[in-house]
């Protein structure tokens, strides 16, 4: 997967083997009576990565666009369903003062007011 | 008669830890808020509803916020709470 490509969407955290800090809409959340105990206290939401839509007349960044996909993600900015959140994977996720010694892989640390790329601002919070 | 829904009770000394422990425990699962009781120097109880499942997760995720933030009384799920329970509201 190439860094970004002139059309089409990137995949953010598409790849396995390679970790992104993305972007991504809080879709839903996780029930789990039975749990390490270390989760005990713990939000788990379903996030859902977002992709960037290329506009093919000007090539440029036009908006966000729906993956699909679901991962869970740990929250410990209090984020909410519907908010758009910046993910973070992989070792970097087990460096928040919450999550040092969690069994945890992906993490909502910070909730997004908007996103701007090329001059264009494709997001922004409403309220 | 038992009611089909769990009650969860989160209690906090403070409105500004009550007032965490409820977002954070609406945020954590399906459940609902019902009420807040001010019981009397300082302390603040809030009363969710929902699944079993949903109501343990959430009283879990609010204390756990709480208590970041204040101090956190007490904690408690009543699974099937008797119909009887909703009158002392």
């Given at each position: 997967?190439g860094?970004?490509?002139?059309s ?5 955290g598409?790849?396995?083997r390679?970790?992104f800090?993305?972007l991504a809409r809080?879709t839903?959340?996780?029930v789990a ?5 270390s ?9 859902e990565?977002?992709?960037v ?10 908006s ?6 679901a991962?869970v ?5 209090g ?22 010694n ?6 909502i640390v910070g ?17 | 008669?038992?009611?089909?829904e ?15 422990a409820c ?11 019902v ?8 302390l603040?109880a ?6 079993v ?11 756990e916020?709480?208590?970041r ?6 904690v ?14």
């Open positions: 997967m860094i970004l490509p002139m089409g969407t990137v995949r953010h598409q790849d396995a390679a970790t800090m993305f809080v839903g959340n996780v009576s039975q749990k390490d105990r989760l005990n206290g713990q939000k788990l939401f379903v996030v990565p977002l992709s839509k290329y506009d093919e007349a000007t090539k440029k960044p036009a966000l666009a729906n993956t699909g996909r991962i993600a740990l929250d410990v900015v984020a909410g369903e519907g908010q758009l959140v910046l993910v973070t994977q992989g070792s970097s996720a087990r460096m928040t003062e919450q999550t040092k969690l069994p945890a892989d992906a993490v909730i997004v007011d908007s996103a701007e790329y090329a001059g264009k601002t494709f997001y922004r919070a409403q309220g | 008669m038992a009611n089909a769990a009650i969860g009770l989160i209690e906090t000394r403070g409105i500004v830890a009550a007032v965490e977002d954070a425990a609406l945020k954590a699962a399906n459940v609902t808020f009420e807040q009781h001010k019981v009397g120097s300082g603040v809030i009363t969710l509803r929902g699944d499942a949903a109501v343990r997760a959430a009283v879990d995720a609010g204390a916020a709480a208590g933030v204040g101090e956190v009384i007490s408690h799920v009543i699974p099937r709470p008797h119909n009887d329970v909703a009158k002392m509201s």
